[in-house]
């Protein structure tokens, strides 16, 4: 055999090993070449010019210089680790311009921090710091240097302007503790503070307390310095109006949120840019008596593909009431039909425009513009220009500034007494801005959100919602209405063509029923706050009727008067027959001399109550107000384990930290 | 009387159980670079593709299992799906052809063939695994995001995705959901030990993919000169250098198949040409 194989082989092979050789010796020289060349192809990074800056050389170290050089006179030092405080520092940098200076931000790590003593030298000079706390009260890495240089100084600083906003987290033991140190620290060197320390958290809201303090902190620099933040050279305008004279209606927004006829051709998903358009199948008044309007309502979800769970959140799209916006066209003489667009002037920027343009001013002050809530600070600062009464105009930039006494005017004159825009604008009659700038100004309109009061088991295509109508007088006498909640009152089913619609979506919440039905839960929900527990009753007596085990099921509702508004009275009656709704307690808080709320029925029970809690694994629920009931309730919480559980004060608040902790002790709040 | 605030909770054992792990963890040579914001684009790059193959062998066992009694409580994939987000942060990188351009690291496949033997072998087990990445990524994570984003200044979350849970409104919240749902687990004795167990398994598996692109990266920058001389100096040619730190089976996943084929076929032809001859 291997006799014949090569000689057949070879006979054969002649002219066939060639050209397998040719082929051969091609192949694979065309593979190499392909490979090589396809290894040379993979991963070309691109050049990133952050990265190669990284590590900068240091040959000018002399900030000061800097400065003098670039005609800056604030310097904005940032100690950042994760890039916010950096960020901050930027912003504020680039606020500067907007107010007649000019700020550059600058990390510390980068310059000799000794020469703050120089500051002097350049005029209306200021130091502004963003510092973070790191870890246990650490500095930064870029600001370990100057931490270290400052506690063993001995400088004067006598000629430095600065002022520290300090970055941290409230649950950590040294909060802002780099911030607290730096703003002492530079007044004990001789330095002159001309703002308060700014104190951010961010295990609440870092980035409001960081603009809550801005607004405060350039109108005082401006005072400070003496410099008018007004006039020709500083526009603080952000956007620049256009006005269309000839363009096609189907061009203009006339409400919508994202997409341009949204709401004409609806087409899921649906969300926050892109809600649906749910007809409303009911309206009705819940309470029998007393002054309030509460309400039940229904939307239609059928056929949006919208998808809920009980303890979910609908969010509304309400507009404001036709005769306020009517009003401020009034008061300040324009035609609010007149359709516009507000361009940013900053074209680098990714918000285009304040609210969808191009529009005319009545969608803008109807769907997209908050009209009601009282003015900020910094709304009345740059309207003041505006006021042709210079005793106004006084006023207002008053109450925009930080001084005490501006602030408690602006308490009192503003706040206190419940003065909106329309109000502001009619109590000062010379106080006529432009529209456009105040269509700037003014916030935007937002979404509200009710706790849905419907089971998707139980009504996969409604949502229904209880609210309450927000309607009170005021010092100035006039009476404020609520914008959701009197829009939402006049929705009325109509079955003439034109039903009534809420745009709404879904908002997703974590306040759920236990996932085995055979678990115990204890739901507290006064007033409104019944409203997410008529739909967890729903489902608990949903899966009752699937044959599923269903635990004890505990409500305890309150409300003002028995014969009053005690809302879905009728429908917890009969959840009470069927013994889904196992204990019902109801607190009425005005039926009897003094006060009966749910935390004293909570303490009358506190046996069944600690039973259920701590032997039987039950679910706390907490829905309603925030400020006093939900507080109230903890506290009764609190004595029960004192009580029952023989614990101390702080081991019971650290028992009921434990149940939030470990989903046990859920609330739905608001204030 | 003494309080009775004994844990039994299987979310408060689990945590216990693996605090040591979890400090090793954060300790990784890897992740202190990442906290002191000195991440580079290939360490990134290379996580995601780790965490690309991770996800995809988890949220596919938990798929198959989602009905089951331990898996069902925290079954939550609206709310905490990765994959889609990793494809798009991966396409974003590598383009279109970032399948056939990912680097997976060994630790990474290792990880994968757990989570798989999990799910087929012990889907009981699986809520250790899901418990350290979601609650991870919802924690710690976030913070990760914003160095991610700040070191490779990024702009518009892009190519950051992964970081981004728009499903979940309050992390705290769904954590606190979350860890109720645990808890709700029902599991003998036995079971109970291997899951904490198996805890620190996963967080084990992750320290060993930390180290392994902490080691990647080293040799990316040892590497470099001799990988100049041998390609144009203007392509910092990462393909190579994953070859460089890896075993074989690594590199393959360069070429696309049918070019390996081609060549494995080639080299038959060869060695039974020689032979022949």
Not at chain 1, 42 to 67: C, G, N, V, Y
Not at chain 1, 306 to 325: C, F, K, L, Q, W
Not at chain 2, 97 to 109: H, I, K
Request: glycine share 6%.
């Amino acid at each position: 055999m291997a006799d014949t194989q090569p000689t057949e082989m070879m006979e054969e092979d002649e002219p066939f090993f060639s050209n397998l050789d040719l082929f051969l010796f091609s192949l694979i020289a065309g593979l190499l070449i392909y490979w090589l060349i396809f290894r040379k192809k993979a991963e070309p990074i691109p050049e990133f010019k952050k990265l190669e800056t990284a590590a900068p050389t240091t040959r000018d170290t002399s900030f000061i210089d800097k400065m003098k050089k670039t005609g800056k006179n604030i310097v904005v030092f940032y100690g950042s680790q994760t890039g916010t405080a950096e960020e901050f520092s930027n912003r504020l940098a680039k606020d500067a311009h907007r107010y007649g200076m000019k700020g550059m931000a600058a990390d510390p790590e980068e310059y000799d921090l000794s020469e703050l003593s120089r500051m002097g030298e350049i005029d209306n000079s200021l130091a502004i710091f963003c510092l973070a706390t790191y870890g246990e009260g650490d500095p930064t890495d870029n600001a370990q240097d100057f931490y270290d240089w400052l506690q063993e100084a001995d400088a004067d600083f006598s000629g430095l302007k600065y002022t520290v906003f300090a970055l941290g987290n409230k649950t950590y033991e040294h909060y802002n503790a780099m911030g607290k140190y730096v703003d002492k620290r530079l007044e004990e060197l001789g330095a002159q503070r001309i703002f308060d320390l700014g104190m951010g958290d961010d295990d609440g809201n870092l980035e409001e307390d960081f603009v809550s303090w801005r607004e405060q902190f350039w109108p005082a620099v401006c005072e400070h310095f003496g410099v008018e933040a007004t006039g020709e050279e500083s526009s603080i305008r952000q956007y620049e109006l256009k006005v269309h004279t000839d363009l096609n209606m189907n061009k203009v927004y006339t409400g919508e949120l994202g997409r341009l006829k949204s709401f004409e051709n609806q087409k899921p998903p649906f969300d926050s840019k892109n809600p649906f358009l749910a007809p409303v199948t009911v309206n009705r008044k819940l309470n029998k008596g007393g002054e309030r309007h509460l309400m039940h309502l229904e939307l239609d979800i059928t056929g949006s593909k919208i998808r809920y769970e009980s303890g979910d959140h609908v969010a509304v799209y309400p507009i404001n009431d036709t005769a306020m916006v009517n009003k401020i066209g009034e008061l300040l003489a324009v035609d609010l039909d007149t359709v516009i667009s507000l361009n940013n002037l900053d074209e680098e920027s990714n918000k285009k425009h304040p609210f969808p343009c191009p529009t005319t001013y009545r969608t803008a002050l109807t769907h997209y513009l908050d009209i009601t809530n009282s003015p900020r600070t910094n709304v009345l600062y740059e309207l003041a220009q505006y006021a042709s009464d210079p005793k106004d105009q006084e006023n207002m930039r008053k109450m925009a500034s930080s001084s005490a006494e501006g602030k408690a005017q602006y308490q009192s004159w503003v706040l206190d007494s419940c003065r909106n825009i329309v109000a502001i604008l009619e109590d000062l009659p010379s106080l006529r801005p432009p529209i456009d700038h105040l269509c700037e100004l003014l916030p935007r309109l937002q979404a509200r959100y009710y706790s849905i009061s419907s089971s998707s088991k139980v009504h996969p295509n409604s949502i229904h919602i209880c609210a309450v109508v927000v309607e009170y007088q005021t010092k100035t006498g006039r009476v404020n209405k609520g914008v959701a909640t009197n829009w939402l009152k006049n929705k009325m089913p109509t079955d003439n063509g034109h039903k009534a619609t809420v745009p709404m979506y879904i908002r997703k919440s974590q306040f759920r029923l236990p996932f085995k039905s055979t678990n115990p839960i204890i739901m507290i929900g006064p007033g409104t706050g019944i409203a997410p527990f008529i739909g967890f009753i729903q489902e608990r007596g949903w899966l009752k009727e699937q044959g599923k085990e269903v635990g004890e099921t505990v409500l305890y509702f309150g409300c003002r008067h028995k014969n009053e508004d005690f809302l879905y009275q009728e429908e917890l009656a009969q959840f009470e027959k069927t013994g889904v709704l196992t204990t019902l307690n109801v607190a009425f808080s005005r039926d009897q001399a003094e006060k009966v709320y749910v935390q004293h029925h909570l303490k009358n029970n506190k046996e069944a109550v600690w039973k259920l809690v701590h032997t039987d694994n039950a679910h706390i629920y907490i829905c309603g107000d925030a400020r006093n009931m939900a507080r109230d309730v903890q506290t009764a919480f609190y004595e029960i384990a004192e009580e029952l559980g023989g614990m101390s004060r702080p081991q019971a608040v650290d028992y009921i930290k434990k149940l939030m902790t470990k989903g046990r002790y859920s609330q739905d709040v608001w204030s | 009387m003494e309080p009775q605030i004994t844990d039994s909770d299987l979310s408060e054992q689990i945590k216990a159980a693996t605090k040591d792990s979890h400090v090793r963890a954060e300790n990784t040579e890897l992740m202190l670079s990442y906290q002191r914001g000195r991440v580079t684009l290939q360490q990134y790059k290379l996580l995601l593709c780790s965490l690309y193959k991770i996800y995809e062998a988890l949220e596919e066992v938990l798929d198959c299992n989602a009905s089951h009694d331990a898996v069902a409580p925290i079954y939550f994939p609206q709310e905490l799906s990765r994959l889609p987000a990793l494809r798009s942060d991966l396409q974003h990188f590598y383009g279109r052809g970032w399948r056939e351009q990912m680097q997976v690291p060994d630790a990474a496949l290792a990880y994968v063939q757990r989570l798989q033997q999990v799910g087929r072998e012990h889907p009981e087990y699986l809520v250790a695994h899901a418990y350290t990445r979601y609650l991870g990524d919802l924690s710690g994570g976030q913070v990760l995001g914003r160095i991610t984003q700040r070191s490779l200044g990024l702009q518009d979350g892009e190519g950051l995705s992964f970081f981004s849970f728009p499903n979940i409104s309050s992390p705290k919240l769904f954590k606190q959901l979350y860890r109720s749902r645990m808890n709700s687990i029902t599991l003998t004795e036995e079971q109970r030990r291997a899951v904490l167990e198996e805890a620190n398994t996963a967080f084990q598996l992750n320290i060993q993919v930390f180290d392994e692109l902490q080691e990647c990266v080293s040799c990316v920058s040892e590497t470099e000169p001799a990988v100049r001389q041998r390609h144009t100096p203007q392509t910092q040619s990462t393909a190579a250098d994953v070859g460089v730190c890896e075993p074989l089976q690594g590199s393959l996943s360069l070429m696309p198949r049918l070019l390996r084929t081609l060549l494995g076929v080639c080299v038959l032809l060869a060695v039974g040409m020689v032979y022949a001859f």
